[in-house]
């Protein structure tokens, strides 16, 4: 019994001091200067909009059952014949998750704030290194009241996102391995629930399943509507985080699959049915 | 110029004088007006737990009595003692001392709003506003039944204290000056709770895209990263209220369906045509 309390203590410290290493890593990076956030949100866009360019004009998209998500059904497509000789198949489908997220609201203030500086960052400081003037400011009014297009990627995101659930599953249910769950089916699903989670917690999702409604209890099944918006508000309170989450899971998914066709690494079975 | 004069201030800073502390902590406060202004070096011994209005109050009593600043509750509830240290906005009464450890400490007035005198700015610009904003309109008497599933959103923007932090911060009012064409992060969490209750029947968003200026909002969160009471000013009242603008506005699909349909908007009318029993 002591054996046993002294582990939950002990578990219990560790996860006190991994909670505030987690808040001491997020106290550091508030105290940094304020240039750090819009400079490392632009480097690692530049940075993720080269590698899926690169991948999407050079590259293939499939090994064995994986398929990469920046490829998912054109994977195994020939480019149309109308299509110019610069389009690859992949580009066919990329439009909606790029079209999703740059009019996403939450990419939106980072890369105003990044790429823009329309502020670069919050404090007085900050703001007067704005370089936009009063007169040629337009906000969300000019060219950006396109942004509010987002709810139409968003429709057609559900299609990309059912996808790549189908592409998840396929990497555990194999035509010619069987059943079987590898490390690779692992980054496949969490990829999907990052993906997933990035893209139900929307908020025009938010908007289109409860928030545009003043009285749920007026209307028939406003009740479950009620219930649904609120848990969507709940996953939307993390979207930045899940924005970026996925981002890096759309990344680490697919130099996974690079890396297993050029037999850099083995893609480890972990469990395996028949085949 | 002390709004609440200096025998209060000079009470509150006996409040939080301490029998023997021994550190000092130096403060840059602006003094001067709009046209002619500077900061100027102040030192105070610390107390402990000693907020940064503790020490402006402190100045005030000992050093400078025509030191202005505005105070009320002390206690973060009023709202008053908006100001910004370091260059961020913030309520003097909830600012420690201490959180400034090992930098200076620099207290300046909003600057988004015309400065009156030292810590003081003039902020009645957003009582016109407010004055503009269609009130809270209702077909029923009072007291009115509601349902706590219909009404549980309402509670984060009433609890607002109109501390105007939220304004003072937003690029479009301080760096773009645009006063005449935009309203404000506050004034969109007004017209979120009015638009979003359920008894409510006035429409206002044609007012919040043009009057308000709700797109020139650029959604960059200022607003939510200072507001002293939580809330999630950008997420829950600004995103909201742009789509419902988009729902009227920039939605072809559902402009279409009202065309057909013959009714202006969609869904706050359908429920309230429910609720009517139409």
Redesign the interface.
């Known amino acids: 019994m002591q054996a046993t309390f002294e582990k939950v203590r002990l578990g219990n410290r560790h996860l006190e001091e991994g909670v505030q290493a987690l808040s001491s890593v997020a106290a550091a990076w508030k105290k940094l200067p304020w240039w750090v956030e819009p400079f490392t949100v632009a480097g690692v866009l530049i940075a993720f909009g080269i590698y899926s360019t690169a991948v999407i004009v050079f590259a293939g998209g499939q090994y064995e059952q994986y398929i990469s998500p920046f490829f998912s059904f054109t994977a195994t497509m020939d480019t149309p014949a109308w299509a110019p000789a610069f389009i690859t198949a992949p580009m066919l489908l990329l439009w909606i998750p790029l079209g999703f997220r740059a009019t996403c ?1 939450y990419y ?2 980072a890369y ?2 990044a790429f823009f500086w ?2 670069p960052a ?7 290194k ?1 370089p ?1 003037s ?1 007169e040629n ?5 000019a060219l ?2 396109l942004n ?2 987002h ?1 139409y990627f968003l429709y057609a995101s559900f299609f990309v996102i059912a996808f790549l659930w189908y592409e998840a599953f396929r990497t555990v249910f194999t035509y010619d391995a069987g059943v079987q769950i590898a490390v690779g089916s692992l980054l496949w699903f969490a990829n999907i629930i990052l993906v997933s989670a990035y893209t139900f917690s929307c ?2 999702f938010r ?1 289109l399943i409860g ?10 099944g ?2 479950a509507r ?1 219930k649904t918006y609120n848990f969507v508000s709940r996953l ?2 993390k ?1 930045p985080q899940w924005a970026w989450y996925s981002l890096f899971s759309l990344l680490f998914t697919d130099i996974y699959l690079r890396l297993i066709a050029a037999g850099t690494i083995q893609d480890y079975v972990l469990i395996s049915f028949g085949g | 110029m002390t709004e609440n004069g200096n025998s209060a201030a000079r009470a509150g800073a006996a409040a939080v004088a301490d029998d023997g502390p021994k550190k000092t902590v130096k403060l840059n406060i602006f003094r001067g007006t709009e046209e002619d202004g500077k900061e100027v070096e102040y030192e105070v011994e610390l107390a402990e737990g000693m907020v940064v209005l503790d020490a402006v109050l402190k100045i005030q009593a000992e050093q400078e009595d025509d030191l202005a600043v505005r105070w009320n509750c002390k206690a973060a509830h009023c709202g008053s003692c908006s100001a910004e240290i370091n260059g961020k906005p913030k309520l003097l009464c909830k600012s420690r001392v201490e959180e400034y450890e090992g930098q200076e400490i620099h207290v300046q007035p909003l600057h988004a709003f015309p400065i009156i005198k030292d810590l003081v700015s003039d902020v009645s610009w957003n009582y016109e506003v407010s004055k503009g904003i269609k009130p809270f309109t209702s077909d029923e008497q009072a007291p009115f039944t509601m349902y706590e599933e219909d009404v549980e959103r309402l509670y984060e923007p009433k609890k607002c204290i109109e501390c105007f932090m939220c304004q003072d911060v937003c690029h479009v009012l301080r760096t773009h000056n645009k006063h005449e064409e935009f309203a404000g992060p506050r004034f969109f969490v007004r017209n979120q709770w009015l638009e979003m209750h359920p008894m409510d029947n006035q429409d206002r968003l044609e007012d919040v895209k043009e009057k308000d200026g709700v797109g020139l909002c650029n959604i960059t969160k200022c607003c939510t990263e200072v507001c002293p009471v939580g809330i999630k000013i950008t997420d829950n009242s600004i995103i909201p209220l742009k789509e419902r603008v988009a729902d009227e506005y920039y939605d072809p699909a559902k402009w279409l369906m009202r065309k057909i349909r013959g009714r202006k908007s969609m869904t706050n009318r359908e429920a309230e045509a429910a609720k009517n029993g139409n």
């Open positions: 609201y939106r203030k105003y704030r329309d502020p919050c404090q007085a400081s900050a703001q007067t704005e936009r009063a400011y337009r906000g969300e009014r950006f009241v509010n297009v709810r908020h025009s908007h928030g545009n409604m003043n009285c749920y209890s007026c209307v028939k406003g009740g009620r939307n309170a979207h």
